[in-house]
């Protein structure tokens, strides 16, 4: 232990507040909340640890913390500052679905529509539902029984919609608010539950249509009553009083973490959602933060929250502004208790499967380390290089954060100075473009460089790095044999060739760094060729100029679908029927040459 931390550790406060674990190049690791941060943090270095905690004691180089006044604002803290800096070693809220919502709009003519994603826009949002084939389902429903408008924008005349009776046709009719309304409210009350008051309407419209002899109607009313009870009526109810809640359970085993939630809406289970993530903290102390960053993001907040005992009620409840409850006895208690049984059911399925993963990824990047004598390198980056006959010259980087492909770092570059194919020139640039940026704006810089090639191009990016104060960072090339298959890694260091058996996770991993990076360039190096192909050809039509190839290549992306589309589609692109006149000649005439068979 360092004595830079030895000291901070005598010196600090029996009080509640957060504490900011960092790593040696002074990045924020990891944040935690504590009731008394000097039991809490010492903690750390005192004792032994096993997994994702014994990693994250590893790392830290220093610390701070923030002494606060009560433990309800070392919660707010510790929320703000892990959304604010994202540590690697926090909850990664990973399993966070979008379930969808039926949603009533807020403009003067409302509309029915599906939502994935829950706004304060004015609208009354009603869910979630399970998958989206059953919210479609209801939708179509309630688009059947109630007649409100369908179209994205209101045409000029009254549409098939008006004339089936399922729209009120406000595009050439006044409709009064009073009339919408009365048809929201009735939806209201269909998605809350109350599905009686439409049976016994659908069952009288059924039975005065079957008098009247108009037997097709009255069989439409009879599909309606089965479509109810089909697609909403088959859920088991779980409470009878209708209020939408969620229900928390959770475990904790071998150095894993699960949280459970049940959704009940409209007083059924709906549906469920399973989290499951490495253990620092006690378990309690994680669930509460959990609870707290879930409804952070685009959870909507029920009417009540079932929490078991052991996570502080009254806390979370200050926190949440929400109604929280420990239930003691009843329906309640069990769903709770169901909730913490399922919670240890999913991590005794799933722990073993993310151990099997886990080797794969993170304990593979981990054995690399050891095998280059570096730290663990949880960022690498892989480039690679592609052309045709030195023409439309990329690169690519791709990001490997913890031994998993992390896409949202992925870059693409277009090769500037190098000319005729030249590898060792692209790949000059594209470091250095990459690293003066990172020098220069801040940027992440790699805890190891993947090269796709041998010594000559891993002897050029080292040379780059090094002119740019990037002395240590450490490069390794994938060299490949003759049947073109990865046989070692070259060590640009030292120069040191090393040969790894096919079998082991670390060579999996760099083959599967190797075949993303190749799989990323050679997809943008073809878009780009095609793109260019495709301009070329353009630029031949006589009143076809940049901005209308621009909006050419755009709109219809290859000739065939040019020369196939409608004339209805050029109108729109107010292109004048002359210059679609030329363009549909001169593509003809240039997919004729390609299909053309010449005699020999």
């Given at each position: 232990?360092?004595?830079?931390?030895?000291?901070?550790?005598?010196?600090?406060?029996?009080?509640?507040?957060?504490?900011?674990?960092?790593?040696?190049?002074?990045?924020?690791?990891?944040?935690?909340?504590?009731?008394?941060?000097?039991?809490?943090?010492?903690?750390?270095?005192?004792?032994?640890?096993?997994?994702?905690?014994?990693?994250?004691?590893?790392?830290?180089?220093?610390?701070?913390?923030?002494?606060?006044?009560?433990?309800?604002?070392?919660?707010?803290?510790?929320?703000?500052?892990?959304?604010?800096?994202?540590?690697?070693?926090?909850?990664?809220?990973?399993?966070?679905?979008?379930?969808?919502?039926?949603?009533?709009?807020?403009?003067?003519?409302?509309?029915?529509?599906?939502?994935?994603?829950?706004?304060?826009?004015?609208?009354?949002?009603?869910?979630?539902?399970?998958?989206?084939?059953?919210?479609?389902?209801?939708?179509?429903?309630?688009?059947?029984?109630?007649?409100?408008?369908?179209?994205?924008?209101?045409?000029?005349?009254?549409?098939?919609?008006?004339?089936?009776?399922?729209?009120?046709?406000?595009?050439?009719?006044?409709?009064?608010?009073?009339?919408?309304?009365?048809?929201?409210?009735?939806?209201?009350?269909?998605?809350?539950?109350?599905?009686?008051?439409?049976?016994?309407?659908?069952?009288?419209?059924?039975?005065?249509?079957?008098?009247?002899?108009?037997?097709?109607?009255?069989?439409?009313?009879?599909?309606?009553?089965?479509?109810?009870?089909?697609?909403?009526?088959?859920?088991?109810?779980?409470?009878?009083?209708?209020?939408?809640?969620?229900?928390?359970?959770?475990?904790?085993?071998?150095?894993?973490?699960?949280?459970?939630?049940?959704?009940?809406?409209?007083?059924?289970?709906?549906?469920?959602?399973?989290?499951?993530?490495?253990?620092?903290?006690?378990?309690?102390?994680?669930?509460?933060?959990?609870?707290?960053?879930?409804?952070?993001?685009?959870?909507?907040?029920?009417?009540?929250?079932?929490?078991?005992?052991?996570?502080?009620?009254?806390?979370?409840?200050?926190?949440?502004?929400?109604?929280?409850?420990?239930?003691?006895?009843?329906?309640?208690?069990?769903?709770?208790?169901?909730?913490?049984k399922n919670a240890g059911i999913a991590l005794n399925e799933k722990q073993q499967l993310m151990e099997i993963n886990e080797e794969r990824t993170l304990k593979a990047a981990e054995k690399l380390g050891t095998l280059l004598s570096i730290g663990i390198p949880h960022r690498i980056e892989a480039y690679d290089n592609s052309h045709h006959q030195g023409q439309d010259?990329?690169?690519?980087?791709?990001?490997?954060t913890d031994g998993r492909p992390d896409k949202k770092q992925y870059r693409k570059y277009k090769i500037k100075t190098a000319e005729d194919g030249d590898d060792y020139q692209a790949m000059r640039e594209v470091i250095y473009r990459r690293y003066f940026r990172v020098l220069n704006e801040g940027l992440p810089a790699a805890d190891l460089i993947v090269i796709d090639?041998?010594?000559?191009?891993?002897?050029?990016?080292?040379?780059?790095?090094?002119?740019?104060?990037?002395?240590?960072?450490?490069?390794?090339?994938?060299?490949?044999?003759?049947?073109?298959?990865?046989?070692?890694?070259?060590?640009?260091?030292?120069?040191?060739?090393?040969?790894?058996?096919?079998?082991?996770?670390?060579?999996?991993?760099?083959?599967?760094?190797?075949?993303?990076?190749?799989?990323?360039?050679?997809?943008?190096?073809?878009?780009?060729?095609?793109?260019?192909?495709?301009?070329?050809?353009?630029?031949?039509?006589?009143?076809?100029?940049?901005?209308?190839?621009?909006?050419?290549?755009?709109?219809?992306?290859?000739?065939?679908?040019?020369?196939?589309?409608?004339?209805?589609?050029?109108?729109?692109?107010?292109?004048?029927?002359?210059?679609?006149?030329?363009?549909?000649?001169?593509?003809?005439?240039?997919?004729?040459?390609?299909?053309?068979?010449?005699?020999?």
């Amino acid at each position: 232990m360092r004595q830079l931390i030895k000291d901070k550790l005598s010196l600090l406060p029996m009080e509640p507040g957060c504490y900011l674990m960092k790593d040696y190049n002074n990045q924020i690791i990891y944040v935690g909340k504590a009731k008394r941060l000097k039991n809490r943090v010492k903690s750390y270095f005192t004792g032994s640890h096993n997994g994702k905690t014994a990693r994250l004691v590893r790392e830290i180089h220093d610390f701070e913390y923030i002494v606060t006044s009560t433990e309800l604002e070392s919660l707010i803290l510790e929320l703000n500052l892990i959304k604010k800096h994202d540590p690697k070693y926090n909850i990664m809220l990973t399993d966070d679905k979008h379930y969808p919502y039926i949603k009533i709009t807020s403009e003067r003519h409302p509309r029915l529509l599906i939502a994935r994603r829950f706004k304060k826009d004015g609208g009354k949002y009603f869910g979630p539902y399970p998958n989206a084939t059953a919210a479609n389902e209801t939708l179509r429903l309630l688009n059947k029984l109630y007649p409100l408008r369908k179209c994205h924008q209101i045409p000029p005349k009254v549409c098939l919609y008006y004339h089936i009776h399922q729209c009120l046709g406000p595009c050439e009719f006044k409709v009064d608010q009073e009339q919408y309304d009365f048809y929201t409210e009735k939806i209201s009350r269909f998605l809350k539950g109350d599905y009686n008051h439409v049976k016994k309407d659908l069952t009288q419209k059924m039975e005065d249509a079957a008098e009247s002899l108009e037997f097709e109607r009255a069989k439409e009313y009879r599909d309606l009553l089965r479509h109810i009870e089909a697609t909403v009526e088959k859920q088991k109810m779980a409470l009878n009083d209708g209020i939408d809640r969620d229900v928390f359970g959770y475990a904790q085993e071998n150095g894993y973490t699960c949280i459970q939630v049940f959704f009940i809406r409209q007083g059924k289970v709906i549906e469920r959602e399973v989290s499951i993530f490495d253990a620092i903290d006690a378990v309690e102390e994680e669930a509460l933060t959990f609870i707290g960053r879930f409804y952070q993001g685009e959870h909507l907040m029920p009417k009540e929250i079932l929490i078991p005992p052991q996570i502080d009620a009254e806390l979370l409840q200050s926190l949440l502004e929400c109604k929280v409850l420990v239930p003691k006895q009843g329906q309640k208690k069990e769903l709770v208790a169901l909730a913490m049984k399922n919670a240890g059911i999913a991590l005794n399925e799933k722990q073993q499967l993310m151990e099997i993963n886990e080797e794969r990824t993170l304990k593979a990047a981990e054995k690399l380390g050891t095998l280059l004598s570096i730290g663990i390198p949880h960022r690498i980056e892989a480039y690679d290089n592609s052309h045709h006959q030195g023409q439309d010259s990329v690169s690519a980087m791709i990001v490997f954060t913890d031994g998993r492909p992390d896409k949202k770092q992925y870059r693409k570059y277009k090769i500037k100075t190098a000319e005729d194919g030249d590898d060792y020139q692209a790949m000059r640039e594209v470091i250095y473009r990459r690293y003066f940026r990172v020098l220069n704006e801040g940027l992440p810089a790699a805890d190891l460089i993947v090269i796709d090639g041998g010594a000559g191009q891993v002897n050029v990016v080292t040379e780059v790095l090094k002119t740019l104060g990037f002395h240590d960072l450490p490069v390794i090339g994938l060299v490949k044999d003759a049947r073109h298959v990865t046989s070692h890694i070259y060590d640009g260091r030292d120069g040191e060739e090393i040969h790894l058996r096919k079998t082991t996770n670390v060579f999996r991993l760099l083959s599967k760094i190797q075949e993303e990076v190749h799989r990323y360039v050679i997809g943008f190096h073809r878009n780009l060729s095609k793109k260019r192909n495709l301009t070329s050809i353009l630029d031949e039509i006589p009143g076809v100029g940049p901005k209308r190839k621009t909006i050419l290549i755009r709109e219809f992306q290859t000739l065939e679908r040019m020369l196939e589309a409608p004339d209805e589609a050029y109108e729109k692109l107010r292109f004048p029927p002359a210059t679609v006149a030329r363009i549909r000649i001169f593509l003809q005439e240039e997919i004729d040459k390609k299909t053309e068979i010449i005699p020999h």
